[in-house]
Nanobody, 116 residues
């Protein structure tokens, strides 16, 4: 059974930081591209950051320079380090693991709220 379990969400003040881990099980983690998506109320889910199995990272323009995605294949975990958080970063953040169509998995999401 494949599981992607996010954690680390919560309430943070503007300018603060959070780190979101996503622990994977049931897959050969090292061969999967991993990503973080987010969905704000009334908006479509959008890609925040992704990392290939070789470690190449890609970011949405809105988070470049503030967020960092990384992976630890020994721990089957992908991380999203979020700095300089803004109120418009408020959303449910989802972890994704992708190998090919039919091997595309999602976590249950973790809420991040940026507010004073």
């Amino acid at each position: 059974q494949v599981q992607l379990v996010e954690s680390g969400g919560g309430l943070v003040q503007p300018g603060g930081s959070l780190r979101l881990p996503c622990a994977a099980s049931g897959i050969i983690f090292s061969i999967y591209a991993m990503g973080w998506y987010r969905q704000a109320p009334g908006k479509q889910r959008e890609l925040v950051a992704s990392i290939t199995r070789d470690g190449s990272a890609n970011y949405a323009d809105s988070v470049k320079g503030r967020f960092t995605i990384s992976r630890d294949n020994a721990k089957n975990t992908v991380y999203l380090q979020m700095n300089s958080l803004r109120p418009d970063d408020t959303a449910v953040y989802y972890c994704n693991g992708y190998l090919y169509e039919g091997r595309n998995y999602w976590g249950q999401g973790t809420q991040v709220t940026v507010s004073s």
